[in-house]
């Protein structure tokens, strides 16, 4: 069942080059952003990543499949019986039940294929982390990880905190697997794999590298090139257009710009304007303070269009709602009004062409069956989201019943409701209350990537069992369009992934789990540890390295690495700080 699994999954890959995503089986294109870089002298060319066999990756994953195929897996409804037809509107969406007892149920297709792996075969876990304990590896890997490695990784890291305080297993967002791997580094370990798209491991890199731990190697799970549609918007000619347009008619300026795109953009973008990254989390607390320190600044952000078009709708939706001078000032930031709130809202320029191709796919489809079905559910959105499936969210966390944010602030929603469902529960029976006899069921809307629901289990699963509770489920519903799936007259495989769609894709464009991120997987982390106890040669192991496309090369005679990290740093700063650094104010002012 798994190699069909992936089998589908590969096929499903190769159809997303219609929705523009070569590069997911490709050699990346020359990007044109090198024609700003000029190499220094001596600098040596850095070769392109080249594919693996692909017969090798089915051989392997034809062996686990033996692992999954017994009577009880095989007669699952995935794959037992034909599903109905194909239909173009959707009314319940699939889902996760965590039980009151903690057992996982899957409601529909898509639940179940992300549902098999929370259990992980523990013989694997053992496996890998016998390698990873001989190679001295850490593991850093994104939320959005495939639900098997998830699966894997979580069990690692509880097995190995039952002989150490510590782990060297880390799943968290981008910005934090940086600091994991610090940390990491710091407790002894040689060699870091880094788990997510290739912008992550230069961003780990980079903060490695300025925490003393550039001679520690990070590696990426494969050779290939991990592209991310969102990260690769802002590396066209147009994005630097726009920059450009945006330095000559606004005296003061500032670019803040998505952590998640790669260190090239930053270093392009920062030699045009003074440029600044954030993350989901602080992207409102850094344009606050911006604005704040420099009243009349220009805020330019980007890539990602519709965090940008969210954020300026926050600000309208706390101004339509009445917020006082006081509220604003408690609430946001200390140093703000209704006056200066409205001029940093109307002085916002958003990049207009960059999206996630995950948070791209909640479209009028989903909305439509979240307000007519799931009035009931608490609705959680990352920034990312387009503005109708936003604006749901918003309007609920007013009430608190909802929230929109970063991956993290969702799982910390997620497990307060679940915690405070929790005390309500043992206060009610400490006050003598007779039971019901019914279990109260809270509903949560995953407005992200799929691949979260892995953080997500756990947590409920180990906030119920601290309690012992026995009424409180949780339910995670993935708003997945009828698109993402199709039904085939099939008796032994019901589902497949949409026409011209990849697994869990829309062919409007859109995905329920990202395509690229899932190229990391289980194999590759192990062929990882592998490679390192081996010592293998030194060709093989720099393919795996995070790009170096930097290396050597100088923007306007300064040197590219530091021009690309040095938005990183003054986003650190400002978090350390609460301010931003003296010498990004006097960029955005000379």
């Given at each position: 069942?798994?190699?069909?699994?992936?089998?589908?999954?590969?096929?499903?890959?190769?159809?997303?080059?219609?929705?523009?995503?070569?590069?997911?089986?490709?050699?990346?294109?020359?990007?044109?952003?090198?024609?700003?870089?000029?190499?220094?002298?001596?600098?040596?060319?850095?070769?392109?990543?080249?594919?693996?066999?692909?017969?090798?990756?089915?051989?392997?994953?034809?062996?686990?499949?033996?692992?999954?195929?017994?009577?009880?897996?095989?007669?699952s409804?995935?794959?037992?019986?034909?599903?109905?037809?194909?239909?173009?509107?959707?009314?319940?969406?699939?889902?996760i039940?965590?039980?009151?007892?903690?057992?996982?149920?899957?409601?529909?297709?898509?639940?179940e294929?992300?549902?098999?792996?929370?259990?992980?075969?523990?013989?694997?876990?053992?496996?890998?982390?016998?390698?990873?304990?001989?190679?001295?590896?850490?593991?850093?890997?994104?939320?959005?990880?495939?639900?098997?490695l998830?699966?894997?990784?979580?069990?690692?890291?509880?097995?190995?905190?039952?002989?150490?305080?510590?782990?060297?297993?880390?799943?968290?967002?981008?910005?934090?697997?940086?600091?994991?791997?610090?940390?990491?580094?710091?407790?002894?370990?040689?060699?870091?794999?880094?788990?997510?798209?290739?912008?992550?491991?230069?961003?780990?890199?980079?903060?490695?590298?300025?925490?003393?731990?550039?001679?520690?190697?990070?590696?990426?799970?494969?050779?290939?090139?991990?592209?991310?549609?969102?990260?690769?918007?802002?590396?066209?000619?147009?994005?630097?257009?726009?920059?450009?347009?945006?330095?000559?008619?606004?005296?003061?300026?500032?670019?803040?710009?998505?952590?998640?795109?790669?260190?090239?953009?930053?270093?392009?973008?920062?030699?045009?304007?003074?440029?600044?990254?954030?993350?989901?989390?602080?992207?409102?607390?850094?344009?606050?303070?911006?604005?704040s320190e420099?009243?009349?600044?220009?805020?330019?952000?980007?890539?990602?269009?519709?965090?940008?078009?969210?954020?300026?709708?926050?600000?309208?939706?706390?101004?339509?709602?009445?917020?006082?001078?006081?509220?604003?000032?408690?609430?946001?930031?200390?140093?703000?009004?209704?006056?200066?709130?409205?001029?940093?809202?109307?002085?916002?320029?958003?990049?207009?062409?960059?999206?996630?191709?995950?948070?791209?796919?909640?479209?009028?489809?989903?909305?439509n069956?979240?307000?007519?079905?799931?009035?009931?559910?608490?609705?959680?959105?990352?920034?990312?989201v387009?503005?109708?499936?936003?604006?749901?969210?918003?309007?609920?966390?007013?009430?608190?019943?909802?929230?929109?944010?970063?991956?993290?602030?969702?799982?910390?929603?997620?497990?307060?409701?679940?915690?405070?469902?929790?005390?309500?529960?043992?206060?009610?029976?400490?006050?003598?209350?007779?039971?019901?006899?019914?279990?109260?069921?809270?509903?949560?809307?995953?407005?992200?990537?799929?691949?979260?629901?892995?953080?997500?289990?756990?947590?409920?699963?180990?906030?119920?069992?601290?309690?012992?509770?026995?009424?409180?489920?949780?339910?995670?519903?993935?708003?997945?369009?009828s698109?993402?799936?199709m039904?085939?007259?099939?008796?032994?495989?019901?589902?497949?992934p949409?026409?011209?769609?990849?697994?869990?894709?829309?062919?409007?464009?859109?995905?329920?789990?990202?395509?690229?991120?899932?190229?990391?997987?289980?194999?590759?982390?192990?062929?990882?540890?592998?490679?390192?106890?081996?010592?293998?040669?030194?060709?093989k192991?720099?393919?795996?390295?995070?790009?170096?496309?930097?290396?050597?090369?100088?923007?306007?005679?300064?040197?590219?690495?530091?021009?690309?990290?040095?938005?990183?740093?003054?986003?650190?700063?400002?978090?350390?700080?609460?301010?931003?650094?003296?010498?990004?104010?006097?960029?955005?002012?000379?």
């Amino acid at each position: 069942r798994q190699f069909i699994f992936h089998l589908t999954m590969f096929a499903s890959a190769i159809r997303n080059s219609r929705l523009g995503i070569r590069r997911l089986t490709t050699k990346p294109v020359q990007n044109r952003l090198y024609q700003h870089l000029a190499p220094t002298a001596g600098a040596a060319a850095c070769a392109g990543p080249s594919s693996s066999p692909l017969a090798a990756r089915l051989e392997a994953r034809s062996a686990s499949a033996a692992r999954l195929s017994s009577p009880s897996i095989m007669q699952s409804r995935f794959m037992s019986s034909p599903s109905a037809a194909y239909s173009q509107t959707v009314d319940v969406f699939p889902s996760i039940v965590i039980e009151a007892g903690g057992n996982i149920s899957a409601q529909g297709p898509f639940a179940e294929a992300q549902a098999q792996f929370l259990e992980p075969d523990m013989e694997a876990v053992h496996s890998l982390n016998e390698s990873l304990t001989k190679a001295n590896m850490g593991v850093v890997a994104h939320y959005y990880m495939d639900v098997e490695l998830q699966g894997i990784l979580t069990s690692l890291k509880i097995e190995q905190l039952k002989t150490s305080d510590s782990s060297r297993i880390a799943i968290a967002d981008s910005l934090k697997m940086g600091d994991d791997a610090v940390k990491m580094c710091e407790e002894g370990a040689t060699s870091i794999a880094c788990l997510g798209v290739d912008f992550m491991s230069e961003s780990v890199a980079t903060i490695m590298s300025r925490n003393g731990y550039a001679h520690i190697p990070v590696y990426r799970a494969t050779a290939r090139h991990i592209g991310c549609s969102l990260a690769e918007s802002a590396e066209k000619d147009a994005y630097q257009a726009w920059l450009q347009k945006g330095r000559a008619e606004n005296k003061n300026a500032l670019h803040v710009v998505y952590i998640n795109t790669s260190l090239e953009t930053k270093a392009v973008s920062n030699s045009i304007v003074p440029t600044i990254t954030c993350t989901s989390s602080n992207v409102m607390a850094t344009i606050l303070q911006a604005s704040s320190e420099v009243p009349d600044v220009k805020i330019m952000y980007g890539p990602d269009t519709y965090m940008g078009e969210n954020l300026v709708t926050m600000f309208t939706s706390i101004l339509n709602a009445n917020w006082d001078d006081d509220k604003i000032a408690k609430a946001l930031h200390p140093k703000h009004n209704r006056a200066t709130l409205e001029k940093l809202r109307d002085n916002i320029d958003v990049y207009p062409n960059g999206n996630c191709v995950v948070h791209h796919m909640f479209g009028n489809e989903v909305v439509n069956t979240v307000k007519n079905n799931y009035d009931d559910a608490f609705v959680t959105a990352h920034l990312e989201v387009p503005g109708e499936m936003f604006q749901i969210a918003m309007e609920k966390s007013l009430v608190d019943k909802g929230v929109v944010g970063s991956t993290s602030d969702i799982l910390k929603f997620i497990s307060g409701k679940v915690s405070l469902a929790v005390e309500e529960e043992a206060a009610s029976a400490s006050a003598g209350a007779t039971p019901s006899g019914d279990n109260r069921r809270l509903k949560f809307i995953l407005g992200t990537e799929a691949g979260m629901v892995t953080s997500i289990v756990k947590s409920v699963q180990d906030i119920l069992a601290a309690a012992g509770s026995k009424t409180i489920e949780t339910e995670i519903v993935f708003p997945v369009s009828s698109e993402a799936v199709m039904g085939v007259d099939d008796d032994d495989l019901a589902v497949v992934p949409g026409v011209a769609g990849g697994e869990g894709c829309s062919t409007a464009g859109g995905c329920a789990t990202c395509p690229f991120m899932k190229m990391n997987d289980v194999d590759a982390l192990s062929d990882i540890a592998e490679m390192v106890i081996e010592n293998s040669d030194e060709k093989k192991m720099k393919s795996h390295l995070p790009p170096q496309r930097l290396i050597g090369k100088k923007i306007d005679g300064i040197d590219a690495v530091d021009l690309g990290s040095e938005p990183i740093l003054w986003m650190r700063h400002f978090m350390k700080e609460s301010a931003m650094p003296k010498s990004l104010i006097q960029k955005i002012s000379s």
